[in-house]
């Protein structure tokens, strides 16, 4: 048997180098540019296919089983909030929703829609914290999956014709809501 030349066994070592490098360049790249994309990505404004449409109506009853639906509002802004008891941010937002419901109260309709959460829990919430509009009972979530929420809190701002100009995920801070809502208006 005849020992393989030096020249042949150098050669592949060289071609599986490229090979690893060339594997190597398409896996990392692509990822560096995905991670770094990602710290310029702000979690709280998505493009929801939903900007710029009619909002979906819903009638919706609140905790006292009054119905509501979202078509009779139309003539004023209405600020569409899902929460829930259980989430850490909503608890953060509420004095936001509840300071501007009070100063804007009669030019800007403000809904909270629950989002899997029990109407004791969400009465107990109401009853420590104090509601800031009308509590909506979504029976199935159908209201939910029609706005496509992936979960607590999230806002819609809808202007007086019912079209989505906004949607915000995560706690709406006071200026946004200012700023927001003074534009609407």
Request: with cysteine; aromatic share 12%.
């Amino acid at each position: 048997m005849s020992k393989p030349s030096k020249k042949t066994v150098g050669s592949s070592k060289r071609r599986l180098n490229r090979w690893v490098l060339a594997i190597g360049f398409i896996v990392i790249v692509p990822t560096v540019f995905l991670f770094a994309k990602s710290f310029s990505f702000d979690k709280e404004f998505i493009e929801s296919p939903l900007l710029g449409k009619p909002a979906p109506d819903f009638t919706l009853t609140d905790l006292d089983g009054n119905a509501i639906s979202l078509s009779s509002l139309r003539g004023k802004p209405v600020v569409l909030n899902f929460w829930a008891s259980y989430c850490a941010p909503c608890v953060t937002e509420h004095p936001t929703f509840t300071a501007a419901a009070e100063f804007y109260q009669d030019q800007v309709q403000f809904l909270g829609v629950i989002y899997q959460d029990t109407e004791p829990r969400i009465e107990a919430f109401n009853q420590q914290f104090g509601a800031w509009g009308p509590t909506l009972i979504d029976p199935g979530g159908k209201a939910a999956i029609a706005y496509g929420i992936y979960g607590p809190p999230e806002t819609f701002f809808i202007d007086r014709e019912g079209v989505i100009r906004l949607k915000v995920i995560s706690a709406v801070h006071p200026r946004l809501m200012k700023e927001t809502l003074d534009a609407l208006l």
